[in-house]
């Protein structure tokens, strides 16, 4: 089968490389010319472990190419899956869908026989029927159907997420799209990972309402965690202790500085706007969105107190800038609310990140990056562990405190424990939702 995958970001290059993977016959298509040049290179312009070697064996199979060129990669094509971003609309936090409805008209003047279309860009309810809408005017003899197949992997996890998954999920309206769908997600179906098959609006509301869900039950622990550094309790027993129990589980309910990336906040907000606009207001969701904004607000409050009440002059060492470890994204991520508040405040911050600092030059100004954690503790005032990369777990804490002007520590992932900071020489350490302690 061909298939034309249409954006190469996270989503659409991960999807596209996987389906080569499959055995189908894949043209990756995307609008910005470095991405391309950059793929025809055998580059892979995002950091996801393992996408390199895979898109290599694919394209040396010749069943993987790329192009700015939709009329090429739409030719012959079975299955068009529209894969662009869809983030917040400026001012009213709906999703916007400018990037969705222009793939729409442009695959409606490049194709010319039957096509499923398919979205896997996540979309609100209704988006589906909109393209194809979109697509029957712009071209009213073109015989196609929609589909609905929303996304789950992980950025970091990406190609195991695809090529296991928990579900896979399809929206269709009859029977002959459902067969293409069969036939594009056949070996996972061989292999007896579930499909969902279900209607148009069904799959679009899923992956809102999953989402949604997962951002609940971070923000939830996150304010579990608040009230433990209250009375005293140790948020990570307490996660341990509800994680065991199997109608909780004990994913998504580790306590940090609030959720970011390309996904939770842009999807919580846009359920928000769906749930206003139908007069359904998701109540939950808006209380997620606003406790999350506060948590970002109370890290800010920590690194204040662990500097004595000003930043002013203050050199601070901040771990990870990505929105979490193993990838390059900084869409939303804390960092972007908490090293502004320390630059602003007059620090100077040292960062260092595995894979973060490209993006993170753009997005942080006033940041001097260093290659490691050590260089960046020379005379700091302050340690912050922001992201949890595996470099960052097994530390020579002694080491660090002994480059330190003062060793004070804001462990936001609880990597360690107050226990290890002690030992190490720490004057002071605060983590998340546990007693800290402060020497002087
Ligand atoms: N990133 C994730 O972890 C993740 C997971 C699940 C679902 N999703 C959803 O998948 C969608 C894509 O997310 P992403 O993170 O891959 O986005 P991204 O911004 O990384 O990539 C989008 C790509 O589409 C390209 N593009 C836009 N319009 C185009 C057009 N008309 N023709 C060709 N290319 C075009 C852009 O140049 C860009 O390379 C979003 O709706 C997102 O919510 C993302």
Redesign the pocket.
């Known amino acids: 089968m061909k298939i034309a995958m249409?954006?190469?970001?996270?989503?659409?290059?991960v999807s596209g490389v996987c389906f080569s993977d499959f055995g189908h016959e894949v043209v990756c298509?995307?609008?910005?010319p470095k991405?391309i040049e950059m793929l025809e290179r055998g580059e892979v312009p995002?950091y996801e472990p393992g996408l390199d070697t895979l898109m290599a064996k694919n394209v040396e199979a010749g069943r993987l190419s790329f192009t700015l060129d939709?009329h090429e990669a739409i030719d012959g094509a079975q299955a068009v899956f529209i894969?662009?971003?869809?983030p917040t609309r400026r001012g009213d936090g709906h999703a916007d869908l400018t990037?969705v409805m222009?793939?729409a008209e442009?695959i409606a003047k490049a194709a010319s026989d039957y096509v499923v279309v398919v979205t896997?860009?996540?979309?609100p309810v209704g988006t589906n029927r909109q393209v194809k809408q979109t697509i029957s005017k712009a071209n009213p003899d073109l015989e196609f159907d929609v589909a609905s197949n929303?996304?789950?992997?992980?950025?970091g996890a990406?190609i195991d997420d695809f090529m296991k998954p928990d579900r896979v999920v399809v929206g269709v309206q009859n029977d002959r799209a459902a067969e293409v769908m069969a036939e594009i997600y056949r070996p996972l179906y061989l292999r007896e990972f579930p499909i969902v098959t279900t209607d148009l609006e069904s799959a679009e509301m899923i992956?809102y309402a999953a989402n949604a869900f997962l951002a609940t039950k971070i923000t939830f622990i996150n304010e579990i965690a608040a009230l433990c550094e209250k009375v005293g309790a140790d948020v990570k027993s307490v996660s341990k202790g509800m994680g065991m129990d199997g109608r909780i589980g004990n994913k998504f309910l580790h306590a940090g500085p609030g959720y970011g990336?390309?996904?939770f906040p842009?999807?919580t907000k846009a359920l928000a706007r769906i749930g206003q606009e139908y007069a359904s207001p998701m109540q939950i969701t808006e209380a997620v969105i606003k406790v999350n904004e506060e948590v970002k607000r109370r890290m800010i409050d920590k690194l204040l107190d662990l500097c004595g009440g000003s930043f002013n002059g203050k050199t601070v060492a901040v771990l990870g800038v990505t929105f979490k470890p193993n990838t390059d994204?900084m869409r939303d991520a804390p960092s972007l609310t908490i090293v502004p508040a320390l630059v602003g405040g007059g620090a100077k911050v040292r960062a260092v990140d595995p894979q973060g600092q490209h993006e993170g030059e753009e997005m942080l100004p006033g940041v001097n990056w260093v290659d490691d954690p050590y260089k960046a503790s020379q005379n700091a005032d302050l340690l912050v562990i922001l992201t949890e990369w595996n470099e960052f777990r097994a530390l020579d804490l002694s080491k660090i405190a002994g480059k330190m002007a003062t060793a004070h520590m804001a462990d936001l992932r609880n990597v360690y424990s107050p226990k290890d900071a002690k030992r190490a020489g720490f004057a002071a350490y605060e983590s998340i939702g546990r007693e800290g302690f402060t020497a002087e």
């Open positions: 249409i954006g190469t970001g996270y989503v659409g290059l298509v995307d609008k910005d991405k995002i939709l894969a662009v971003g869809t990037y222009a793939a442009e896997k860009s996540t979309v929303p996304e789950f992997l992980r950025e990406a992956k990336g390309s996904c842009k999807d994204d």
